[in-house]
């Protein structure tokens, strides 16, 4: 028989028992339910977070199988969302979750982020119009955005808090006219300190035309390490928060740490110079 206490009883110590069943009634929304998105679910679910909007249009594939949580040979085919939300009830039966299984839109993004208290980003590097759509509203609803890139072998955090610099001061999204000049803009202010680059030794498999990338397991749980750390303490309302325009980049093949700080976003000059280094990059 479950029992929500003595389910997440380890916590404890790390958490008082007060703070266990805040966590409880917590409400956080996930859009991605894949690679990042699936560990940052099943994390939070352990965590004893009870309450989840979760989204994404996906099946799973052959082709997930290096990296997502929900990807078996008995789950092929299967919609994301109902995959993750079985398992997170594996974890949690008590939890409520409410899929969004068509994606999200302009129509339907004020019923995805209704009553949460924290959104965590875990949408395709590509899907860039669905990120901007909920990011903006995020910071109308004055809620919390974590974003966690798994890149190369490592992970870059970035935190937007209500108050603080928005998305798009930081990510300077309408400062570019083409769809891959703002890919390259986003992937400049995820990784300032470009860590991963160094050790890519295959530059073919990267393609902004054909949208895709490789990617590593131990790249996403990485992320999911340093997401729901952040998550437990905004939620809490405990402990440092490191918020844009200043990130954290952990790589762990190349043994480094960088906290990354972007004062005028992607509108100073070192990113200015990055966006075209990685254009001439992108366009070879």
């Not at 069943?21 to 939070?44: C, D, E, F, P, S």
């Not at 398992?87 to 994606?103: H, R, V, Y």
Request: net charge neutral; glycine share 8%.
């Amino acid at each position: 028989m479950f029992n929500y206490e003595k389910a997440f009883s380890r916590n404890i110590g790390w958490v008082t028992e007060d703070e266990q069943q805040i966590l409880r009634g917590k409400n956080v929304a996930i859009a991605g339910a894949g690679g990042v998105g699936g560990v940052h679910l099943l994390t939070l679910a352990r965590l004893g977070v009870g309450n989840f909007h979760i989204s994404d249009f996906d099946d799973f594939e052959v082709h997930n199988f290096n990296r997502q949580s929900g990807a078996f040979m008995s789950t092929l085919g299967e919609q994301k969302v109902n995959v993750m939300e079985r398992m997170t009830l594996d974890i949690n039966p008590e939890a409520q979750i409410k899929s969004f299984p068509e994606g999200i839109f302009d129509h339907n993004v004020d019923k995805f982020l209704e009553g949460i208290d924290l959104y965590v980003d875990a949408l395709d590097f590509f899907a860039l119009e669905a990120r901007k759509t909920v990011f903006k509203k995020c910071y109308q609803k004055n809620i919390p955005v974590i974003t966690a890139a798994p890149l190369g072998m490592g992970a870059a955090f970035l935190c937007f808090l209500p108050g603080k610099m928005t998305y798009e001061e930081y990510f300077r999204f309408e400062d570019k006219q083409t769809e891959d000049d703002q890919l390259i803009q986003f992937l400049i202010g995820l990784s300032p300190a470009m860590l991963q680059r160094s050790y890519l030794v295959d530059e073919s498999r990267v393609s902004f035309k054909e949208k895709r990338g490789p990617s590593t397991p131990m790249a996403v749980n990485l992320c999911a390490g340093i997401a729901e750390t952040y998550a437990l303490k905004i939620l809490l309302n405990r402990g440092e928060i490191i918020a844009a325009p200043h990130g954290l980049h952990f790589d762990a093949y190349r043994n480094k740490f960088k906290k990354t700080w972007r004062p005028f976003g992607n509108a100073g000059l070192m990113p200015r110079i990055m966006f075209h280094m990685a254009k001439k990059i992108v366009e070879k």
